[in-house]
């Protein structure tokens, strides 16, 4: 079975912990984005199902957020938009 994952691009810009985080595309393009949208970011690192990257959020933030998937979806559907990140895919054996 093939699990679609995804590669951060860019990189990120953080003054101290109270600014808001900046991302940055490979064109130089800045983009003001959320803390939960730079946490997913950070994690996407082409070998984390984006599953495995909310349930990363979920223990960092000690949150059981029913639709905390679908918001997850949406931003990575955003970032790609800006090409902050981009796709890949891992085949998963089925045990």
Known sequence: MEVLMF???GSIQ???NDTT???INPQGKRYEVSFLAAFIWDHLDGRSPLQEVV???QKAARIEK???Y???ENIVSDL???DLITE???EMSQR
């Open 7 to 9: 590669i951060k691009r």
């Open 14 to 16: 953080r003054q101290s």
């Open 21 to 23: 985080p900046i991302l």
């Open 55 to 57: 349930t990363e959020v």
């Open 66 to 68: 029913p639709g905390l």
């Open 70 to 72: 679908k918001v997850a």
């Open 80 to 82: 790609k938009k800006v």
């Open 88 to 90: 890949t895919s891992s």
